[in-house]
């Protein structure tokens, strides 16, 4: 690529009017931030231009326009930014005017405009058909440029700041104070809402204006702070998710014995403490997994003795459901079968089962007595036709 022969920056000139017959000094400085996105947006922009205005000419390439395209870019962008605030007046008169507000997008509008105004028929066409063959080729020219220090970030940001002032009619991204002599400025630059600071957590090499501190503070990955959930470490913020999910103590997790129905959900830290809370419920879970058609009351029993019969210590240092489950069935072997309670019918619950039986040895008894006469019907029946076949059988013989 060939290598600018001059210097193609815009000539900055310090802003001086006169005041109390001295030179009025202003600050310079401008939202760091926002100069450091526009620098960074030019290099792809001139990239672009550059492919798209040699693309199809066999005697010229990106490389060998970049100087001229670039020194065009710059007075395109400067005579745009210059005009934008006359410009935008007149368009807030009519309805139909979309009047930019934020500095980026109205930069980024001129720079683009620049880039498209480079695009010769043929680059349209072929953008249009092998729009990936393109990007690829932006993309190359970009990285050699930088490779060999074409346009360097400190002159990008130079040209972006004073772009910036021009289109920043509200001053909200650069400084406006002016001052009578240099001390004073000096003096307001230390403590310059837009001057320049590095943020200060290991491993953010983040640049900012002081007025972006506070927020930048409160969102930097690299800030050490408290567990969010109240463990005793301090983590990075961009580690606080993992550790959260994985080596945090007061991770909350199922009880071990959630298979046998524990539904608690404990800190990893205190699962200890919840076996030793929690160890009559425990027990009776397993009791209810091995006797599973007793009594709730024979159980609540059982848990008692196996309770006496065991210090709690034995029990406690079980840590899932099968070697807690093997200590229990131990301790059952020594204490015998499980004793099931015989349920006592009431007063009331023998009248009912009475009257039960009752209703139902009558309707027996009236099915009895049905099929009986049904019986005895059907007998009748065949009694009489078979006395008056052998009538008639009797007729024939005498005739």
Not at 232 to 242: H, K, L
Not at 319 to 329: A, C, L, Q, T
Not at 367 to 388: F, R, V
Request: net charge negative; hydrophobic share 35%; aromatic share 6%.
């Amino acid at each position: 690529m060939d290598q600018p022969t001059t210097n193609v920056d815009l000539e900055h000139e310090k802003i001086e009017d006169e005041k109390e017959g001295g030179p009025l000094l202003h600050c310079d400085l401008c939202d760091t931030e926002l100069v450091h996105r526009l620098a960074q947006m030019l290099m792809p922009a001139l990239a672009c231009a550059c492919v798209d205005n040699t693309t199809g000419d066999p005697f010229k390439s990106p490389g060998s326009v970049a100087v001229d395209l670039r020194k065009e870019m710059i007075d395109f962008v400067t005579q745009k930014s210059e005009s934008f605030i006359a410009e935008s007046v007149i368009l807030e008169g009519d309805p139909e005017g979309g009047v930019l507000d934020h500095p980026f997008d109205i930069i980024s509008y001129f720079v683009d405009e620049f880039a498209n105004s480079k695009r010769n028929l043929l680059s349209q066409v072929s953008g249009w058909l092998l729009s990936d063959l393109r990007e690829d080729k932006i993309d190359d020219f970009v990285q050699e440029m930088g490779m060999n220090g074409f346009w360097s970030l400190d002159r990008r940001e130079a040209d972006a700041k004073t772009w910036l002032k021009n289109v920043d009619f509200k001053n909200l991204f650069h400084c406006s104070m002016s001052f009578n002599n240099a001390q004073d400025l000096a003096n307001h630059v230390d403590d310059c809402n837009f001057r320049s600071m590095i943020c200060s957590n290991e491993g953010c090499n983040a640049r900012f204006s002081a007025c972006h501190l506070k927020e930048h503070d409160s969102n930097c990955p690299f800030k050490i702070i408290p567990c969010e959930q109240k463990c005793t470490n301090s983590i990075m913020r961009r580690e606080m998710d993992r550790h959260c999910i994985t080596v945090c103590p007061m991770k909350l997790v199922n009880c071990p014995f959630y298979a046998v129905g524990c539904g608690s959900a404990i800190a990893q830290s205190m699962i200890e403490k919840h076996f030793s809370d929690e160890l009559q419920s425990h027990l009776l879970h397993i009791l209810n997994s091995i006797h599973k058609k007793a009594a709730d009351e024979d159980l609540k029993r059982r848990v008692e003795q196996i309770v006496q019969a065991s210090s709690s210590s034995r029990l406690a240092e079980a840590k899932d459901v099968r070697s807690f489950k093997n200590i229990v069935k131990d301790l059952e072997a020594k204490l015998g079968p499980l004793e099931v309670s015989v349920k006592v019918k009431t007063s009331a619950e023998t009248v009912a089962n009475n009257e039960d039986s009752s209703t139902k040895t009558k309707g027996v008894e009236q099915h009895t007595q049905a099929e009986g006469s049904a019986i005895l019907d059907k007998t009748c029946t065949e009694n009489a036709i078979n006395n008056k076949n052998s009538e008639h059988k009797e007729s024939g013989k005498q005739g």
